[in-house]
């Protein structure tokens, strides 16, 4: 059976979408060693049957955090079928944070932009259709409360791993491109890391100074672990000298940049009348 992953923030709505497809057939369990709680269930309906997991809330794909490390881990482990990143459409820019950091991951994704109801009586006019365009993916209006738009999202998300996604880029300024490109291709000549799955990502991870990243490369393969350190090395001396700033604050502050500029090209209205009798 396909798998399909629920990706996105604490309180965005995952575990209601979690309910509302699968009812009754659920398990819950833990990840091994953990308490963080595991859940799996099933999603029937129209000749379609898919294997829901609800990862746990997460604001980042860094590792800080168990729920991180357990949600991370699946992603790049278990290559899911299809991810539905749940977002809270009422907290859209906050949410698409984590958005741009499952794109760059390049795993078979769409968005199930939940909470519309929430989003309507602020007066927030969310353009899904602008989003899925400017951003590369599907995009599915949902109320996971009442189970609206949900057959629609699981349509979308079985047939993602038979569809093509645009590779997704976001520039984070000519030095940074520039080393991450460097980066990315000596990731790619080393098939044996685990990493060269998915090249661009990890390098940006190891310019984030992801440990998780740098422990698991600097183990398979110390000399490409020297190489990639010299050039963050040289990266990170470079920004502090000419912009101070560091690659880490650097990428957060490119990918804020990123999301206003995509809210602005017409995702993202607040209506005027919203006051208006009806
Ligand atoms: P999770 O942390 O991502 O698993 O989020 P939950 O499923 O626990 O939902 C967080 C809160 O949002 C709960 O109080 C839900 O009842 C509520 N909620 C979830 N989906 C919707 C929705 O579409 N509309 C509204 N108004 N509330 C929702
Ligand atoms: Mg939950």
Not at 19 to 46: E, F
Not at 140 to 166: C, F, H, W
Request: glycine share 8%; proline share 5%; with cysteine.
């Amino acid at each position: 059976m396909a798998i399909v992953a629920l990706a996105g923030n604490p309180n965005s709505g995952k575990t209601t979408l979690f309910n509302a497809l699968t009812g009754a057939r659920q398990h819950v369990g833990n990840y091994p060693g953990i308490t963080v709680d595991r859940k799996k269930g099933t999603y029937v309906k129209k000749g379609l049957s898919l294997e829901i997991e609800d990862l746990p809330g997460i604001y980042s794909l860094s590792a800080y955090s168990s729920e991180e490390v357990v949600a991370r881990e699946f992603l790049t482990t278990q290559s899911p079928d299809g991810v539905v990143n749940v977002v809270d459409g009422s907290n859209l820019e906050r949410n698409l944070y984590l958005t741009v950091q499952l794109l760059e991951m390049g795993l078979p994704m769409c968005i199930a932009i939940n909470m519309m109801d929430v989003a309507e009586t602020r007066g927030m006019d969310i353009d899904h259709k602008a989003l899925s365009r400017l951003i590369g993916v599907p995009v599915v209006p949902v109320v996971a409360r009442k189970g609206q738009g949900i057959d629609e999202l699981m349509e979308v998300a079985s047939g993602l791993s038979q569809s093509t996604q645009p590779p997704f880029r976001i520039s984070y300024g000519s030095d940074l491109d520039q080393a991450l490109d460097v980066m990315t291709s000596i990731i790619e000549r080393n098939p044996s890391l685990a990493e060269a799955a998915r090249p661009r990502w990890s390098a940006l991870k190891y310019l984030e100074g992801d440990q998780v990243i740098k422990d698991s490369i600097a183990k398979e393969s110390p000399k490409t672990d020297q190489e990639l350190s010299s050039i963050a090395l040289e990266l990170e001396r470079h920004l502090r000298t000419t912009l101070d700033t560091y690659p880490e604050a650097m990428i957060a502050d490119q990918r804020y940049g990123y999301i206003k500029s995509i809210l602005r090209q017409g995702v993202l209205v607040y209506r005027k009348d919203r006051d208006a009798p009806t």
